[in-house]
């Protein structure tokens, strides 16, 4: 039976490549020393067949993943913009990571690292307790920033325009507690600036509060530590004090103490040009998330 198995394999082969893994190997031949690749040698690098190969360059020179000069390809904006966000991010979490494990021995209670994505929060790093599976969140997952505390540590001190964004995909309950109104969702954000901290009280999941502070100097936010408990709004207020003092730790084990401004620009602006190290991160990045 085996040996009928191992024919029976031997004769149909690997599967074919998905269109997906294609464009992983066509972006794979530009890792390399040589910046520009014509048609013919991304066809030699990848293996993929040259009609193949033509039409998923052209798709992704129109995605800004790729440029073209003439013949030539190369690394696009958005392969550079990306690069550059995955080392923040890395960096970020390298920084917090110690001081995250420390909150949790503090509180014993679940601790995330959050950035915003558009209207969205994405956990960076979670370090479960007791509660681990009472918390619904994964690294990588995403949340609403409206209903979040994480969002709305970030969104109170980012730049109005994406305040504005979050209110225009609408501000949907997730449960009765849920802030739906704009008015609403503003005079929260505004009292946010005034305590330095923020409140999900049970507005994300019934049953589930949370207390965040942003990572910021004397500018805009580019991150936010959380504590989240099952045990109400009062037993989060209490652990706000220990958030706090978490994210200024953060704060200061990314810039120092001497570089309180740096938060007023963006999080791709907060990376040097992008070098070669940079395009060595970014393509370490891009095998390690498998997004292809």
Known sequence: MLDQFMEQVAETGPAPL?????????????????????????????????????RILDQLV???????????????????????????HNRLRRAALPLLHALH????????????DGAEVV?????????????PSRVGGRMPAYCTAA??????????????????????PRTART??????????????????????????FRGISCVAAPLRGAGRAVAAVSVSSGRGDRDTARLAPAVLACARSVWREL?????????AAPA???EPAVSAQAMDNMMGWLRFSEWM
């Open 179 to 204: 802030l739906i109104r704009p008015l609403a969702l503003r005079s929260e954000l505004a009292a946010v600036r005034e305590r330095g901290v923020a409140h999900d009280r049970e507005e994300s």
């Open 268 to 270: 791709r602006d907060l």
């Open 255 to 263: 810039y120092g103490p001497g570089r309180p401004g740096r938060a």
């Open 105 to 116: 021995e503090q509180t014993g209670r679940v601790v995330h690292l959050s950035v915003l």
């Open 123 to 135: 956990f960076l790093e979670r370090i479960g307790g007791s509660e681990a599976t009472t918390v």
């Open 151 to 172: 969002g709305k540590a970030i969104l109170a001190f980012s730049d109005p325009a994406a305040v504005e964004h979050v209110l225009a995909q609408g501000l949907r």
């Open 62 to 88: 129109q995605l800004r993943w790729l440029d073209r000069e003439g013949r030539d390809y190369r690394m696009g904006m958005r392969m550079l913009e990306l690069g550059a966000l995955a080392s923040h």
């Open 18 to 54: 998905s269109l997906l893994e294609k464009a992983a190997k066509v972006l794979g031949a530009f890792e390399g020393p040589q910046p520009r690749l014509s048609l013919t040698e991304v066809v030699r690098r990848s293996g993929i067949p040259r009609s193949s190969a033509h």
